[in-house]
């Protein structure tokens, strides 16, 4: 915000020379404090923990990219004619943008000293317990794990000993002592007595920030883990939203995205129909089945990237890497995630949507609805042309990927938003011209 003031003000001049650095001052403080809501609605506030560089660039993209029309908006409905009106617009723009790409180069240098880290507090000392430490320190270089502090029912303490803090002190006073920030609760049994509430409330209430393991990996790593995973969780928590106004937003935007990227799209898809005639021959699209929302079936439309024999048994097998059943065209258009594009039409009529899980067949989802529990759940939005699970995971092509995917689908299904949508979308672009993920 000071930022966005100074700039606009020293350069808010008039175009008779005389400074109007009031109406400079108001455009400044509502344009930063827009931004910093816009920002905090997409999570570019949040400490980073397993977040790439690309993926940060993304969200910062989106932002940029709000802020103009923003920023427009304001400025008319509080400029005058003796303002200088491009150079004030230009300066917020450029404060922004600073300022921005100024946090970017903060939240990834580990060189450097993270006004965001803060000390944590484990409570448990069993293999939940080492399970959250190893991810902490993986994912989060800055946060100083303070100790662990053991549960009367670890049946086994697998947390270095020189970690472990005595149980004979209160948990409140463990914390206020070592100044923790935050409690984590790493123990799996919860059932008679076995959490201090009165205690952990008292954390609580004191400041310090409680929370359990399925909410933590939520946070810290945008999925939710199975292993962590309770329906108590899943039905009283936050999340899981699907009102009508989401729907609303959702379907305009599909529909509305759609159209433009069918337009733009149009000349790479003729060209890619003449090249699939002329390596392999007719048909140039393909129609599969596959499940959507609710479990309806519907026919999924692809550019053809395998050879007509592809599955000349009948029998459904997963798609792997270097899969010699794919065609050179095919190979291209998987890794520019070309063949993709003709689900647009099946964005348009309704039966997908530009971001959401991907749709998987029948075969597939009765096998894995079998072995994996909540599977079924990804089923409650509609499948989606690119999804947060593949711009966070290498492509699938077994059982355990899919588990791994479907801890990113829950997510998405918990959190999903017009904001996390767009990020997305720019992260898929991200992932198409960096190849990650081609398979």
């Known amino acids: 915000m000071p930022v966005a003031c100074v700039a606009i003000a020293v350069l808010a001049i008039g175009k008779d020379g005389s400074a109007s650095l009031d109406k400079a001052v108001i455009f400044a403080m509502i344009f930063a404090l827009a931004m910093i809501l816009l920002n905090g609605l997409l999570g570019f506030y949040r400490r980073v923990h397993s977040r790439t560089v690309a993926q940060s660039q993304a969200r910062a993209l989106v932002s940029l990219c709000l802020a103009v029309p923003l920023a427009y908006l304001l400025f008319r409905g509080l400029a005058t004619q ?26 990834h240098n580990n060189s450097s000293a993270s006004v965001l880290s803060h000390r944590v507090l484990i409570f448990g000392a069993g293999a939940e317990a080492e399970s959250v430490g190893a991810v902490l320190r993986k994912s989060d270089p800055d946060i100083q794990i303070m100790g662990f502090y053991p549960s009367p029912t670890d049946a086994e303490t697998t947390v270095p000993p020189g970690a472990l803090v005595s149980r004979e002190r209160l948990l409140s006073d463990v914390a206020q002592d070592l100044k923790v920030n935050e409690i984590i609760v790493a123990v799996r ?28 990996f ?93 599955e000349r048994d009948g029998k459904p097998r997963w798609a792997t890497q270097n899969d010699d059943r794919i065609t050179r065209v095919g190979r291209v258009i998987r890794k520019l995630r070309i063949d993709e594009l003709p689900q647009l039409f099946s964005v ?28 079924a759940v990804r089923h409650s939005v509609k499948p989606g042309v690119t999804g947060w699970a593949q711009v966070n995971y290498h492509y699938g092509a077994s059982v355990d990927d899919s588990l791994q995917k479907l801890q990113y689908d829950l997510y998405y299904v918990k959190n999903h938003s017009l904001f996390l949508d767009l990020v997305v979308l720019f992260e898929t672009v991200g992932v198409v011209l960096t190849g990650k993920g081609a398979h």
């Open 348 to 375: 348009l009529v309704g039966e997908m949507s530009l971001v959401g899980p991907r749709p998987e067949r029948p075969y597939f989802v009765d096998q894995l609805t079998r072995d994996i529990p909540f599977y």
């Open 218 to 310: 939520e946070r810290a790593l945008g999925q939710i883990r199975l292993d962590s995973l309770r329906v108590g969780w899943l039905i009283f928590g936050d999340g899981f939203r699907q009102g009508p106004l989401r729907t609303l937003v959702k379907r305009v935007f599909d529909i509305v995205a759609s159209l433009v990227l069918l337009v733009l799209s149009l000349p790479i898809m003729l060209v890619t129909a003449i090249l699939i005639v002329l390596e392999d021959g007719a048909p140039v699209l393909y129609r599969q089945e596959r499940v959507g929302l609710n479990g309806r079936l519907f026919k999924v439309i692809k550019f053809r990237s395998m050879r007509n024999d592809a």
């Open 189 to 216: 049994e919860r059932r008679g007595g076995v959490l201090p509430l009165r205690e952990l409330l008292d954390c609580k209430l004191s400041g310090v920030r409680v929370l359990d393991l399925a909410s933590y």
């Open 82 to 107: 003796d303002m200088n009106e491009e150079l004030i617009l230009l300066s917020g723009l450029t404060a922004l943008f600073g300022t921005m790409a100024y946090r970017l180069y903060l939240s």
